[in-house]
C-alpha cells in the first residue's frame, strides 16, 4: 500500500520561507507524477505545484510562480515543496499527492490523483 507523509510546515511569518517535504513508500516512486495541493479554511482544494515521473517537468498555479518551487529525489523517494516570500494568503494545509496514470502532463485537478498524505499545516503571520 502507497503511504505519503508529509512534514516541514509550521508557524512563519510574513516573506518568510518552509521547505516542505513528503516521503513516499509502498509503491514505485519513480513512476509516479507528485504534486502538491492546499486547502485553506472554507475553501476548495487548490493545485498548488507538480512535478512529472518521466523528465520531471513542472507546473505552478499562477499564485506561486516564482516563490515555489517543486523538486524530487527518485533515490528517497521523496518530494519537496521550497516555499519562499510566503504571505497570509498561503496559510492552508498543504498535501502531498501522487498519480500513478503515467501522464506525460502534470494535471492541476485533484481527482487525478490516487493517493494522498494527510496534510501539514502552513501558517503564515502577517
Known amino acids: 500500500q502507497v503511504q505519503l507523509v508529509e512534514s516541514g510546515g509550521g508557524l512563519v511569518q510574513a516573506g518568510g520561507s518552509l521547505r516542505l517535504s513528503c516521503a513516499t513508500s509502498?509503491?514505485?516512486?519513480?513512476?509516479?507524477?507528485m504534486a502538491w495541493f492546499c486547502q485553506a479554511p472554507g475553501k476548495e482544494r487548490e493545485f498548488v505545484a507538480g512535478i512529472a515521473w518521466f523528465g520531471g517537468s513542472t507546473r505552478y498555479a499562477d499564485s506561486v510562480k516564482g516563490r515555489f518551487t517543486i523538486s524530487r529525489d527518485n533515490a528517497k523517494n521523496t518530494v519537496a515543496l521550497q516555499m519562499n516570500s510566503l504571505s497570509p494568503e498561503d496559510t492552508a494545509v498543504y498535501y502531498c499527492a501522487a498519480d500513478r496514470g503515467r501522464s506525460w502532463t502534470v494535471s492541476a485537478d485533484g481527482h487525478d490523483y490516487d493517493y494522498w498524505g494527510q496534510g501539514t499545516q502552513v501558517t503564515v503571520s502577517s
Open positions: 509502498g509503491g514505485t516512486f519513480s513512476r509516479y507524477t
